[in-house]
C-alpha cells in the first residue's frame, strides 16, 4: 500500500509539473479537426519532403529535441541568457528570434541572432516580460491555434496552414472534396490565407491577438480579423505623410492596389516548389523576385548594371524602410501609390520581353530625384550613391532597359 502511494504520488507530481511547465506547447492539443503533416506525409510524400525544406517548415523548432536548431554560434558574457535557457527556435532565415519558460510561459528572450551578419541585436529589451509568447505570435508560428488552451496542433506553418484541417479528409480516404484547395478558391480568398499572418491587425472577436483567431483556409478574413484597412489616429506612425504605408506589416494592402488589378495572388506553393526540392539551401532575395520574374533574373545584370553582389533587386525596387535601414529587415513591395501610374515604356522597351501584347500593369511608379523636393520615400540610388547629384542618378534611372 505505501508502494502504491508512492507510485500514485509520483505520477501525481509528474502530471502536474508537465502541465505547469508546458502549458502552452502542448502536442495533439490545439483546435479541433488538425490531423498534422505527419498524417499528410503518408499520401504526399514528395510534396511533404519539399514543405519541409522550407522557411515555413522551420518557423517554429524545438531546440530541446533540436539542439542544431539553434544558429546563434557565440553566448559570451554580454549575453543575458545562456544556450541552455532556449526552448524554443523561431525562424531561420534572416534573423533567429529564441523562446525562454519563465513561471510557466513562453517569452521572447531579449536578443536575436542576425544570421546574415553573425552577430547579436537587441530585440524588446525592456518590455519583453509583458509580451506572452502564445498571445503575440502563436497564431501565425503554429497551426491549429486554441485561445482558450493557449496550444496548438503543430509547431511552425505546416500543411493544414493552407488546407485547413484534415481530419475530415483522412478519414474520407483522401476525399478531395473534403480539404481546402487554395487553387480551386478565388483569388481573394486565396489571398486572405496568407494575408492572415502577412499584415497587421487585431482579432475581431476579443481585440486581444495581432492574428484572426479561429479563422481557417476558405473563410472571409474580414469576419476575423479588423483594423487592418486604413490608419486610425492612433496608427498614423505606420504610414507615410501621403497615408502610403511604411510600416512593413501592412501588405494586404498592397495586394489590394496591385494585384486585385491583374488576375494574379499570392502563391506561396509556387515560391517553394520545386525550388527547394534537391538540397537545403536559402534563396537569396533575387532569386526570390526571380520566382515570378523570369524574364529578367537570368539578365540581372544587364537589367540592374550592377552584380547581384552589389546590389540585388530589393535594393533599387524596394529600399528598406524599417529595422533601422539594415540588410536582414522584412520588405515590402513598397511603393508611391499617390502618383498615377508610369507606362510600361518608361521602363521598359516597347516590344517588352518580347511580347506584342502589353504586361499586367505592375502600377509601380519611379519618382524623380530632386534635391529641393520633400520626398516621403528614401529614394534606393541615392542610398548607395550619395556622392552623385540628382541628374546623374535619373539618367541611370532611365538607362536601364528590360532584357529582351
Same mark, same amino acid.
Given at each position: 500500500?505505501?508502494?502504491?502511494?508512492?507510485?500514485?504520488?509520483?505520477?501525481?507530481?509528474?502530471?502536474?509539473?508537465?502541465? *505547469?511547465?508546458?502549458? !502552452?506547447?502542448?502536442?495533439?492539443?490545439?483546435?479541433?479537426? *488538425?490531423?498534422?503533416?505527419?498524417?499528410?506525409?503518408?499520401?504526399?510524400?514528395?510534396?511533404?519532403?519539399?514543405?519541409?525544406?522550407?522557411?515555413?517548415?522551420?518557423?517554429?523548432? /524545438?531546440?530541446?529535441?533540436?539542439?542544431?536548431?539553434?544558429?546563434?554560434?557565440?553566448?559570451?558574457?554580454?549575453?543575458?541568457?545562456?544556450? &541552455?535557457?532556449?526552448?524554443?527556435?523561431?525562424?531561420? @532565415?534572416?534573423?533567429?528570434?529564441?523562446? =525562454?519558460?519563465?513561471?510557466?510561459?513562453?517569452?521572447?528572450?531579449?536578443?536575436?541572432? /542576425?544570421?546574415?551578419?553573425?552577430?547579436?541585436?537587441?530585440?524588446?529589451?525592456?518590455?519583453?516580460?509583458?509580451?506572452?509568447?502564445?498571445?503575440?505570435?502563436?497564431?501565425? @508560428?503554429?497551426?491549429?491555434?486554441?485561445?482558450?488552451?493557449?496550444?496548438?496542433?503543430?509547431?511552425?506553418?505546416?500543411?493544414? +496552414?493552407?488546407?485547413?484541417? $484534415?481530419?475530415?479528409?483522412?478519414? +474520407? $480516404?483522401?476525399?478531395?472534396?473534403?480539404?481546402?484547395?487554395?487553387?480551386?478558391?478565388?483569388?481573394?480568398?486565396?489571398?486572405?490565407?496568407?494575408?492572415?499572418? @502577412?499584415?497587421?491587425?487585431?482579432?475581431?472577436?476579443?481585440?486581444?491577438?495581432?492574428?484572426?483567431?479561429?479563422?481557417?483556409?476558405?473563410?472571409?478574413?474580414?469576419?476575423?480579423?479588423?483594423?487592418?484597412?486604413?490608419?486610425?489616429?492612433?496608427?498614423?506612425?505606420?504610414?507615410?505623410?501621403?497615408?502610403?504605408?511604411?510600416?512593413?506589416?501592412?501588405?494586404?494592402?498592397?495586394?489590394?492596389?496591385?494585384?486585385?488589378?491583374?488576375?494574379?495572388?499570392?502563391? !506561396?506553393?509556387?515560391?517553394?516548389?520545386?525550388? #527547394? !526540392?534537391?538540397?537545403?539551401?536559402?534563396?537569396?532575395?533575387?532569386?526570390?523576385? $526571380?520566382?515570378?520574374?523570369?524574364?529578367?533574373?537570368?539578365?540581372?545584370?544587364?537589367?540592374?548594371?550592377? #552584380?547581384?553582389?552589389? +546590389?540585388?533587386?530589393?535594393?533599387? %525596387?524596394?529600399? =528598406?524602410?524599417?529595422?533601422? $535601414?539594415?540588410?536582414?529587415?522584412? %520588405?515590402?513591395?513598397?511603393?508611391?501609390? &499617390?502618383?498615377?501610374?508610369?507606362?510600361?515604356?518608361?521602363? @521598359?522597351?516597347?516590344?517588352?520581353?518580347?511580347?506584342?501584347?502589353?504586361?499586367?500593369?505592375?502600377?509601380?511608379?519611379?519618382?524623380?530625384? &530632386?534635391?529641393?523636393?520633400?520626398?516621403?520615400?528614401?529614394?534606393?540610388?541615392?542610398?548607395?550613391?550619395?556622392?552623385?547629384?540628382?541628374?546623374?542618378?535619373?539618367?541611370?534611372?532611365?538607362?536601364?532597359?528590360?532584357?529582351?
Amino acid at each position: 500500500m505505501v508502494l502504491n502511494r508512492k507510485v500514485l504520488l509520483s505520477l501525481f507530481f509528474i502530471l502536474f509539473f508537465s502541465q *505547469y511547465f508546458f502549458p !502552452v506547447f502542448s502536442m495533439a492539443a490545439g483546435m479541433e479537426g *488538425y490531423v498534422t503533416s505527419t498524417e499528410c506525409r503518408k499520401c504526399h510524400e514528395e510534396i511533404y519532403n519539399q514543405w519541409k525544406k522550407t522557411p515555413h517548415a522551420r518557423m517554429l523548432r /524545438n531546440a530541446l529535441k533540436d539542439p542544431g536548431a539553434i544558429e546563434a554560434t557565440n553566448f559570451g558574457p554580454d549575453i543575458p541568457f545562456k544556450k &541552455s535557457d532556449i526552448y524554443f527556435t523561431i525562424g531561420s @532565415h534572416w534573423i533567429q528570434k529564441y523562446l =525562454t519558460l519563465l513561471g510557466g510561459q513562453f517569452y521572447v528572450l531579449p536578443k536575436y541572432w /542576425n544570421i546574415a551578419e553573425a552577430k547579436w541585436e537587441p530585440y524588446s529589451i525592456w518590455n519583453w516580460k509583458q509580451n506572452p509568447y502564445p498571445i503575440t505570435c502563436n497564431g501565425c @508560428h503554429a497551426v491549429g491555434f486554441d485561445q482558450q488552451t493557449r496550444s496548438y496542433a503543430e509547431e511552425s506553418i505546416a500543411c493544414e +496552414a493552407c488546407h485547413g484541417p $484534415g481530419d475530415k479528409h483522412v478519414e +474520407a $480516404g483522401g476525399d478531395p472534396a473534403l480539404i481546402v484547395n487554395p487553387a480551386k478558391l478565388d483569388k481573394e480568398r486565396r489571398d486572405m490565407i496568407c494575408e492572415a499572418c @502577412h499584415t497587421d491587425g487585431k482579432d475581431k472577436k476579443t481585440q486581444k491577438f495581432p492574428f484572426p483567431v479561429g479563422f481557417k483556409p476558405g473563410d472571409d478574413l474580414t469576419d476575423y480579423y479588423t483594423d487592418f484597412f486604413m490608419p486610425k489616429p492612433k496608427s498614423k506612425g505606420w504610414y507615410w505623410g501621403d497615408m502610403s504605408y511604411k510600416e512593413r506589416h501592412r501588405m494586404f494592402m498592397y495586394w489590394q492596389t496591385k494585384f486585385y488589378a491583374t488576375d494574379r495572388a499570392c502563391d !506561396v506553393c509556387g515560391f517553394d516548389r520545386g525550388i #527547394t !526540392v534537391t538540397e537545403h539551401r536559402m534563396m537569396s532575395r533575387s532569386e526570390y523576385c $526571380g520566382t515570378c520574374h523570369r524574364k529578367i533574373y537570368p539578365a540581372y545584370e544587364k537589367h540592374s548594371m550592377h #552584380t547581384e553582389a552589389q +546590389a540585388e533587386c530589393v535594393d533599387c %525596387h524596394v529600399p =528598406t524602410v524599417t529595422d533601422g $535601414g539594415k540588410r536582414y529587415s522584412i %520588405h515590402d513591395h513598397k511603393f508611391d501609390f &499617390s502618383r498615377p501610374p508610369m507606362p510600361c515604356i518608361e521602363c @521598359h522597351d516597347s516590344d517588352m520581353n518580347g511580347q506584342e501584347a502589353p504586361a499586367d500593369s505592375h502600377n509601380f511608379n519611379i519618382n524623380e530625384v &530632386s534635391i529641393k523636393e520633400n520626398l516621403t520615400v528614401p529614394q534606393a540610388c541615392a542610398r548607395c550613391h550619395g556622392d552623385k547629384d540628382e541628374a546623374w542618378i535619373n539618367a541611370g534611372i532611365k538607362s536601364i532597359k528590360a532584357p529582351k
